[in-house]
């Protein structure tokens, strides 16, 4: 065997879906999330036991099952007298665990539909990670792109009813667009999921910053602004005989 033998790895995924449940337990025991978070960097057993504290060997337990797993892969094999050091990397930087996972407890949205209904909305939100994670894992195995589209954002409501003026207005402007695009015999068309949510955001709400106060005039200032828009003007008349100001001359 050469002194070293290098493999071409697949490019590093920035997120990646887990939908095997036996991937998942392997990715959720707190040893190997280690290893699998350190790992972005590609590293060695050696490399990786000095760093959380374990033996080669215990290292080399946990990797294998994590390459079975298929969360990490080989980059490099290095010879060192009479071992051979295996340097593993992860296929991606970060993972979420889809409802594949959980069998026949995932949720499933056509249950109970209502477009009021957090727990519905989760169960969308859930729906959502399963169809793209395989969707995602079809298209990098077949080296093509996918096709999606998303936004985020915040929005802060003065009131309750703007904010379910917001949700009816938006909901028929989705429809208004819907009616316009929708061509259901298309004949080399494809079908879409579109989703949309609203929920109140996880941030600690923040108090918009109240307007600056302006300190009360004293007595000073009250007469000294009140002799400068009299000197701006006509003299003030003098007091008549019953004390009130003339407004003219005898």
């Known amino acids: 065997m050469s002194p070293s033998m290098t493999t071409v790895p697949t490019p590093l995924l920035d997120v990646a879906a887990i939908e095997d449940a036996d991937a ?16 972005a960097v590609p590293n060695s057993a050696t490399g990786l036991g000095a760093i959380v504290g374990l033996p080669r ?23 060192k007298g009479n071992v051979v050091e295996r340097v593993m990397r992860a296929t991606a930087s970060s993972y979420v665990i889809t409802p594949s996972a959980l ?42 792109p996918l096709a999606t589209f998303a936004l985020d954002g915040e929005i802060r409501f003065a009131s309750a ?20 695009y929708h061509h259901e015999g298309a004949p080399r068309g494809r079908d879409y999921r579109l989703v949309l949510a609203l929920h109140p955001s996880a941030n600690p709400p923040t108090v918009p910053p109240a307007p600056p106060t302006v300190p009360p005039s004293s007595p000073s200032t009250a007469s000294a602004a009140a002799t400068t828009t009299a000197s701006s003007g006509s003299m003030p008349a003098e007091p008549g005989p019953s004390g009130a100001h003339s407004a003219g001359g005898e």
């Open 24 to 39: 998942a337990m392997a990715s959720l025991d707190p040893i190997r999330s280690r290893l699998l978070a350190e790992l």
């Open 57 to 79: 060997q215990k290292v080399n337990y946990h990797l294998r099952t994590l390459e079975e797993r298929g969360l990490i892969e080989l980059v490099e094999e290095r010879r």
């Open 103 to 144: 069998a026949s407890v995932r949720p499933d949205p056509s249950r109970a539909p209502d477009r009021l209904s957090a727990r519905w909305l989760l169960a969308l939100a859930g729906r959502l990670l399963q169809d793209v994670g395989r969707l995602l894992a079809g298209a990098d195995r077949e080296a093509k």
């Open 161 to 180: 009813a703007d904010r379910a003026a917001f949700a009816e207005e938006l909901g028929a402007a989705v429809l208004g667009l819907v009616g316009r």
